[in-house]
């Protein structure tokens, strides 16, 4: 099912102690690591991924063909299962992950990244480079590459990204993303200023001066914009535009098409001939096929991946991960090791705290020291299930620091939230927590936390709420409980789409749908946030944006918990399996059958 | 007779109207907002009311439900990327999770769903038909015992536990039996019999022992009457009385049961669905269920309650045919 946080799928563990309330997650990096001690004093001996520092860069030099990966042969078919088809595959509804690792080899988009471990690298990838600016963010224009091409062979020319660009406005088309425009408008109210080419007006501010030149003027610097980019910057060929159709059957630009598809049920990906490899910088394209099956339970899934009989030695899953109950199996397992990615997810969670109901930063800060990081990491499964973290940014983001502020033993401390608790007079303070009644996990969650919260002072009151209308329930500013879960990715690694939609307390409205759901408000901040926007260099960014994070934490408004790890594997006929620490998923770019 | 299935269409229709209402309001009494699925991450109250709208949730709950049935029997336009689309007869709406039309998604799953029951269906009757006739038969005897105890620990078994016990063993490890899916019957009439041999076996050992104990049951109590002794002492054969007069006398409850055993399977056996990845109506409304897709839910529960009915029907007329005091009854 659709999580109710729309952006990404959470899976596995993660989704365990999402949906079961009172807890915090995020992920960890790409690679292997020998037996070490962790944070929790657990001695792992799987290979695991560290938070590894990742190294971010714009280039905008590079052309294709990509270099060939080693040993990597053209040919074969990739078998993909997956519990959930896809709901959106219209570049202007994409938001999912899932979503988003298939559009990477059907839709290309104005900028793109190519990814080698932690070395993460945009450049252009149906433009020439990531964007040209010389006022600070406020004009951008792009030029298109020689010879790209739709699936049809007609060329991708200027028209079709504004054309792609302006479908982005359309109402009934409120699935993806919004950022570039409400940039374009100036306003989140988007609707009210522009309602898509449909009716027939079209936006002065993307302007195409010829085939291969697109310029595009804001009302404000936004220098996010080549990140963006990568995200809705994907043309649409407005006389092939079926409008709802497009959604299940878009027209190509990337180097597969889609040759059939069932919805629900299956979809298969052939070798799109009006692709040219020497035009694009990014993709491999080794297998002649991707045939996706939808429907299976991920535990089945692995058991086939495990089995790898038949079709399914060649078989991945794109958005499911190992499940817990068969996480010992392949951590004991040499071969099993062998083939799997594990990394840093982009998630994080982290536990809001409503500040409406608990103003007093002391009592705030009782409940961030009593918490059981270390025994709930250890419910949902232990020391392969992530890192215990600091900060509420993924160790994926731009500028990531891991910086420890309060120093709090892996396993809470008792003695010292009780000291804030008495500080503040609220020793005994209730809590209200809401938690799934129909998930066990949620019930054991319920119990450790109780466990330790009380231990500090505070007295724990649990109340049973249907994980979708809890949803609903804590996004409401006058929502009755002090603590819940909250899960958040970026939708590229800058902080610009972590901090502004969690906190900036001039979004918080009335009534659910608030992102912010701890509803932090501090004028400061929002001013700080404001001013980072506009900052061009994006390291330079990325430090500025590790600062805010700091300052919210010093409130605590929320406290993270886990860096989660993603762990999938794959079958033993499949080599080049990269872990895409974008869309916090194995990467369809590197596969190929082996021989 | 004419006026006999007027009177059952009618009510019918009375039934159906009464199911659907409910199903209706209290899909309101779920949890979670449909329009939520289509908005983004940063949704704006703006963008939520602009999503209830183009769905019709903002209309009241009386009003979205009479929508719901007059589309049904006349169709309806919706808006649908700023443009308006003709849901043609009958209407079910869309689906708010899949963007599909309802009723084109349960003709899609509908092959998937009878090739299940149906293949099912035909091995519990006769399996479970043939044990409790041998049982009957052999009344009391290591036979009787045996065939008994082997549908009753099937039975006993449940779906979702023998169903991956047997995939794992027989499918993975043994490699005896080929991988459990559906494949349609036009594409590859030999995959179709392969992918789904193993559900049937399953689902239907679940049924198996309940008309093997019928049979039983009723045979027995069929071969103690006075007409079938009266028979015997006058010399007609032990083959007549067992399959004519016994036989016909046994086979009334087993039709009824039969006949809602069939149409509850037709509208979707969602544990035998779930458990081989059998994308058919069952698995369907598990899914509308769970992502609060009103439509397909609507369809699901009406389409299961229209099948039911029909069989309902259809057995009484059967009955009809086979038992000479129903006809009369009846016909009054």
């Known amino acids: 099912m659709r999580h109710p946080l729309p952006r990404r799928r959470i899976a ?58 080693p040993g990597a042969r053209t040919g074969g078919i990739v078998t993909v299962y997956d519990a959930d088809d896809y709901p959106h595959l219209d570049p202007a509804r994409i938001y999912l992950n899932s979503e988003q690792s298939v559009a990477f080899v059907l839709s290309r988009a104005l900028t793109q990244y190519v990814q080698h471990g932690t070395d993460i690298t945009l450049v252009g990838d149906l433009a020439t480079d990531t964007g040209r600016t010389t006022d600070g963010g406020k004009n951008w224009t792009y030029t298109l590459r020689d010879g790209v091409a739709w699936e049809d062979g007609s060329p991708i020319t200027s028209a079709d990204v504004k054309y792609g660009l302006e479908r982005e406005f359309v109402s009934g088309y409120s699935e993806g ?13 988007f609707g009210s200023v522009y309602s898509g080419p449909y009716a027939g007006k079209t936006l002065d501010a993307i302007a195409t001066p010829d085939d291969k030149t697109i310029v595009i003027t804001f009302k404000n610097p936004e220098p996010d914009l080549p990140f963006d980019m990568a995200l809705q910057g994907v043309p649409v060929k407005a006389s092939k535009d079926t409008r709802e159709a497009y959604d299940q059957h878009p027209l190509s630009s990337g180097p597969y098409k889609i040759a ?55 078989a991945i899953t794109l958005s499911d991960v190992v499940p817990h109950q068969l996480l010992d199996q392949v951590l004991s397992s040499p ?25 007093d930063v002391r009592v705030r800060k009782a409940l961030m020291y009593a918490w059981p990081y270390c025994q709930l990491r250890q419910l949902i499964g232990g020391a392969d299930t992530g890192e215990l973290a600091n900060a509420l940014s993924s160790p994926t983001l731009l500028g990531h620091a891991d910086d420890n502020l309060y120093n709090i033993p892996p396993r809470g401390d008792p003695a010292m939230a009780r000291e804030l608790l008495t500080a503040a007079g609220q020793l005994g303070r209730t809590i209200l927590v809401p938690f799934d009644p129909q998930t066990e996990l949620s019930q054991q969650i319920v119990i450790i936390a109780k466990q330790a919260l009380e231990a500090a002072g505070f007295k724990v009151v649990e109340k049973p709420v249907d994980r979708k209308r809890q949803n609903d329930q804590v996004g409401n500013p006058s929502n009755p409980y002090d603590l819940y879960p909250t899960a958040w990715s970026a939708d590229w690694p800058s902080g610009a789409t972590v901090y502004p939609p969690l906190w900036d307390g001039r979004l918080i409205h009335a009534g659910p749908g608030n992102s912010d759901k701890s509803f932090f408000d501090d004028p400061a901040i929002d001013a700080e946030m404001d001013q980072v926007k506009t900052i061009v260099d994006p390291i330079e960014a990325g430090k500025r944006w590790a600062q805010i994070d700091r300052e919210i934490r010093a409130q605590v408004p929320v406290f993270p918990t886990i860096y989660f790890r993603s762990r999938q594997i794959y079958g033993p006929g499949i080599g080049g399996a990269t872990f895409d620490n974008i869309y916090g998923e194995i990467s369809l770019n590197y596969l190929y059958v082996k021989s | 007779m004419i006026g006999y299935l007027i009177r059952r269409l009618l009510a019918a229709v009375a039934i159906l109207a009464v199911i659907s209402a409910v199903t209706f309001f209290l899909f309101f009494a779920l949890p979670g907002d449909p329009g939520r699925v289509d908005c983004g991450r940063v949704c704006t109250p703006q963008q939520l009311a602009a999503i209830h709208h183009t769905l019709g949730l903002d209309h009241p709950i009386v009003v979205q439900y009479w929508n719901f049935i007059k589309g049904i029997f006349v169709g309806r336009d919706y808006t649908q990327a700023d443009q308006k689309v003709h849901c043609g007869v009958p209407c079910f709406g869309y689906s708010t999770v899949n963007h599909q039309p309802v009723w084109h998604t349960l003709i899609q799953r509908f092959p998937a769903t009878i090739s299940l029951a149906l293949g099912a269906a035909t091995i519990f009757l006769i399996v479970g038909v043939g044990f409790g006739v041998v049982s009957a038969l052999r009344s009391q005897t290591w036979l009787d015992r045996l065939g008994i105890g082997f549908t009753v620990f099937g039975s006993s078994l449940q779906i979702f536990v023998v169903g991956p016990i047997l995939i794992q063993l027989l499918v993975r490890d043994w490699h005896v039996m080929p991988p459990p899916q559906y494949v349609p019957i036009t594409r590859d009439p030999v995959g179709w019999f392969k992918g789904l041999l193993l559900p049937w076996l399953v689902l239907a050992m679940v049924f198996m022992a309940f008309y093997a104990r019928l049979t039983r049951a009723q ?45 509850g399977l037709l509208s979707g056996a969602i544990i035998t669905e779930s458990t081989f990845n059998i994308q058919g109506l069952g698995r369907l409304a598990l899914t509308s269920v769970q992502q609060s897709d009103l439509s397909i ?24 045919v086979i038992d000479p005091r129903v006809r009369a009854s009846q016909l009054t």
């Open chain 1, 260 to 314: 059939s598809r069932e919805i629900d049920k299956s979809m298969v990906l052939v070798r799109n001939s009006a692709w040219k490899p020497d035009t694009d910088p990014i993709r491999t394209a080794y297998p002649d096929q991707f045939v996706f099956n939808f429907g299976e339970p991920e535990l089945q899934t692995y058991q086939r991946l495990i089995g790898a009989a038949g079709s399914d030695a060649t």
């Open chain 1, 335 to 359: 071969d099993l090791l062998a083939r799997s990615v594990v990394s840093v997810s982009p998630f994080v969670n982290f536990e809001s705290i409503n500040t409406k109901r608990i103003t």
């Open chain 1, 177 to 189: 993303p919004t950022y570039f425009q409400s940039w374009i408008a100036g306003t989140d109210d």
């Open chain 1, 12 to 69: 596995g563990p993660l989704a365990l102690l999402c949906a079961a309330v009172l807890s915090g997650c995020q992920f960890g990096g790409h690679g292997a690591s020998a037996a070490a001690a962790d944070s929790c004093g657990v001695q792992s001996t799987s290979p695991t991924a560290t938070a590894a520092p990742y190294n971010y860069r714009l280039d905008n030099t590079v052309n294709g063909p990509v270099a060939q990966v």
């Open chain 2, 297 to 320: 839910m609507m369809a699901t529960v009406l389409m299961g309650a229209v099948l039911i009915l029909i069989a309902n029907v259809i057995v009484d007329l059967v009955y009809s």
């Open chain 2, 219 to 263: 045979m027995l109590e069929t071969m103690g009457e006075d007409f079938i002794r009266a028979g015997r002492a006058r010399g007609v054969s032990s083959r007549l009385l067992h399959f004519k007069h016994t036989g016909r006398a046994t086979l009334s409850p087993i039709i009824t049961v039969f006949g809602l055993d069939l149409a």
